[in-house]
């Protein structure tokens, strides 16, 4: 069974940071291309950081440089460090593992909130 666990979200002041964390089980992590989507309600999921499957970092636009992703196959894990998160940052952060056998899998989703 494909589990993904995020963690590290919260509240936290425009300008300041938070670094998610992804737990990955149930899949072999070397296979699968992971990545960080965002979701706000009322409107679609968003793509804000992902590896190609050439394991390239691709980001969102809206990131602007503020983000970085990475990942330790040794822990299964991949993070996404996020520096002077605004307002319109905040929304579920969902991370992704993907195959085009098996398509895309997401954790529960952890929220982040950025507000004075």
């Known amino acids: 069974q494909v589990q993904l666990v995020e963690s590290g979200g919260g509240l936290v002041q425009p300008g300041g940071s938070l670094r998610l964390s992804c737990k990955a089980s149930?899949?072999?992590?070397?296979?699968?291309?992971m990545g960080w989507y965002r979701q706000t309600p009322g409107n679609q999921r968003e793509m804000v950081a992902r590896y190609t499957s050439a394991g390239r970092a691709r980001y969102a636009d809206f990131v602007k440089g503020r983000f970085t992703i990475s990942k330790e196959p040794a822990e299964n894990s991949t993070y996404l460090q996020m520096h002077n998160l605004e307002p319109e940052d905040t929304a579920v952060y969902y991370c992704?593992?993907?195959?085009?056998?098996?398509?895309?899998?997401y954790g529960q989703g952890t929220q982040v909130t950025v507000s004075s």
């Open positions: 992704n593992a993907y195959r085009a056998v098996d398509g895309d899998y």
């Open positions: 149930g899949i072999l992590f070397s296979l699968y291309s």
